[in-house]
């Protein structure tokens, strides 16, 4: 699952324990079974790597032998995958625009070192962890755009999504020049693409394998993707898919969808229901996970999730399993929708949806309606200047979440210490001079944000499904599908508060009628105050961590926040799960041993 090569003038260039060489050149090397296609070259030509998932075909690949790269190379197929070219004096790297295959990079000897895996580059080059990415993680969630390249590594770089990088062999800055930019196409048939995407994702993973397995948790996400595999699987297979539910509990709305759907398949699904119990509330063993490369989303959640894991492995023989996670974010359209309506010069459309978005929210109009003003006389470069104000300052501004503005951080909690807020302080004044993609409309700016975070932190989720022995796999992550979505016009997009109307125009025709007029999804949010009530002792106890030790926060008033928590103290609870989530990948990164390497390092002893 973690592969890796180096850009490097040197000849003995060293190799994790236990890799193999997928393909020539020799410094390339692979953990597990990532996908790895070789490209025929002539002598003398740029020898070229397809890493990843990619639904190209054999003639497809072979067309890009002998000539330059096309700049669209890592999202004109379906798939996750990364495109590496091998040459004299560089490695380039093809980058996935959504970071779903995302790609890190550090300096070794005299050049450069690549792989999937931060934490394996770190491992290579002693690197510590970067406090102030993690201080980023913790107290500004939302705001992506404050992680730039910054990996939870001092010195392993996340290289640019939907980017072309050269790695000079001689130790050169690398030289970076973005190829991926969402801008609207005049003539887009979003819906038509979106499905021919989506189907083309998931066909993808069945023809690997025929006896993979499905969420159907009864929304719209999971049943389209479910139904698309259904659909995609030949006669002599039906899908397993897989609805869990609280024990005891089989009359749930989310349970009643799932069945539609399964109803409808004509026989071409098996479904099969998973009730979950006391034993996989949230919160529970949380610093048991696996080390991955940041902490992964489900963390507090993994009880349910690995639970779900090992009983699809034991009694559905589950390899490869398909979720709709990342569909909620691709398909979701932002106020700051409101903003381009008005720079358009589209007021009366503005005007209308912005009284359908405070009648679904149930929030006055009016605050919607200034927030929108404000944002088309601000920039986004403004934005973070003014959020590393309000963090050097100690106060973040208004943190209602229903209004319009470039970025909303929740709340400085009081158990933040000031050294952490220097570091989210910094970090918005460094992100504040660099705009990776000038010039796109604010809500699709938005959208890449957020997309490219939920897609990089799924590989972290995978990770863990990997030690379940799982492939997991999220199709609305994929490049394709996402390029499908943000190129819709302007005047094409569907209001703020439609309930994902692209999706129902693009595969509604596949779905029950009840399952595709669906507006609302079921929630286990009553689960998460049950299950920190259950483990507040063992949550408590990570108050004094590692993350009191960096400085970050003062673990008394840290377990009186928690203590409040459990209570049922209303208050934003971001923060305060995303430092468990942090504390609790902090003690497998120093419990699990890190990948060692096959020969002796400079100035250490492997």
């Known amino acids: 699952m973690t592969l890796g090569g180096f850009s490097t003038t ?64 890592t999202w004109r197929w379906s798939g996750s995958y990364a495109v590496v070219e091998e040459r004299a004096e560089c490695v380039v790297v093809h980058t996935d625009p959504v970071a779903a295959f995302p790609l890190y990079a550090t300096r070794w000897d005299d050049g450069w070192a690549w792989s999937t895996s931060a934490r394996a580059l770190a491992s290579l080059t002693g690197a510590d962890v970067d406090v102030g990415r993690v201080a980023c993680a913790i107290l500004a969630p939302s705001v992506p755009a404050l992680a730039g390249d910054r990996t939870f590594f001092s010195g392993v ?28 196409e005049r003539h887009h048939m979003a819906h038509r693409r979106l499905r021919r995407a989506l189907a083309d994702a998931v066909a993808l993973r069945t023809r ?117 996670d990342g569909g909620d974010s691709v398909l979701f359209l932002p106020p700051a929708q409101l903003c381009d309506l008005m720079r358009a010069g589209r007021w009366g459309r503005a005007l209308r949806e912005a009284h359908g978005w405070a009648r679904l929210r149930r929030t006055p109009v009016v605050p919607l309606l200034r927030g929108a003003v404000a944002m088309t006389r601000t920039g986004r470069p403004d934005a973070l200047a003014d959020l590393a104000r309000c963090f050097s300052r100690g106060r973040t501004a208004s943190h209602d979440r229903e209004n319009v503005r470039w970025f909303t951080a929740p709340p400085i909690p009081s158990w933040a210490e000031p050294v952490a807020l220097g570091h989210v302080a910094g970090a918005a004044a460094q992100a504040a001079a660099f705009d990776p993609l000038p010039g796109l409309d604010a809500s699709v700016h938005t959208l890449v944000d957020e997309i490219r975070e939920v897609a990089r932190t799924a590989r972290a989720d995978a990770e863990l499904a990997k030690s379940c022995g799982i492939d997991l796999h999220n199709p609305f992550l994929d490049p394709s599908v996402a390029d499908a979505v943000l190129r819709d016009p302007l005047e094409h997009r569907p209001p703020v508060h439609g309930y994902k109307p692209l999706l129902v125009r693009a595969v509604g025709d596949l779905l029950p009628p009840a399952v595709a007029s669906r507006t609302t999804k079921g929630s286990f949010e009553a689960d998460h105050f049950t299950g920190m009530r259950t483990h507040l002792d063992d949550l408590q106890g990570l108050g004094d961590g590692y993350l009191a030790s960096l400085g970050l926060l003062d673990p008394t008033r840290f377990r009186r926040h928690l203590r409040y928590a459990a209570a049922g103290v209303p208050m934003p609870l971001a923060t305060l799960e995303q430092a468990l989530m942090a504390e609790a990948w902090l003690h497998a990164h120093h419990r699990d041993p890190a990948p060692a390497w096959g020969v002796d390092l400079p100035g250490r002893s492997t």
Do not use: K
């Open 10 to 73: 040197s000849d003995d260039a060293p190799r994790p324990l236990g890799a193999r060489n997928p393909a020539p050149p020799n410094t390339l090397w692979c953990l597990g079974e990532t996908p790895v296609r070789t490209v025929p070259a002539d002598d003398g030509r740029p020898r070229v790597l397809v890493v990843g998932w990619c639904g190209a075909t054999a003639g497809q690949l072979r067309g890009l032998s002998g000539r330059p790269v096309p700049a669209d190379v």
């Open 208 to 324: 690997a394998d025929p006896t993979l397995s499905s969420d159907l948790s009864g929304g719209l996400d999971s049943t389209t993707v479910a139904v698309l595999a259904a659909r995609s699987l030949d006669g002599s297979h039906v899908l397993d898919a897989v609805t869990i539910h609280p024990e005891g509990r089989l009359d749930g709305a989310d349970l009643r969808y799932a069945r539609m759907a399964a109803a409808a398949s004509s026989g071409r699904i098996s479904h099969h229901l998973l009730p979950l119990g006391a034993s996989h509330l949230p919160y529970g063993g949380i610093t048991s996970v696996s080390a991955t490369d940041e902490p992964a989303p489900s963390t507090l959640t993994q009880a349910r999730l690995l639970g779900q894991f090992r009983w699809m492995t034991r009694e559905l023989g589950t390899r490869t399993h398909l979720t709709g």
């Open 157 to 184: 770089e996340q290289l640019p999504p939907g980017s072309r990088i050269e790695l000079p062999r001689n130790g050169d800055q690398p030289r970076r020049a973005t190829t991926w930019c969402p801008e609207p």
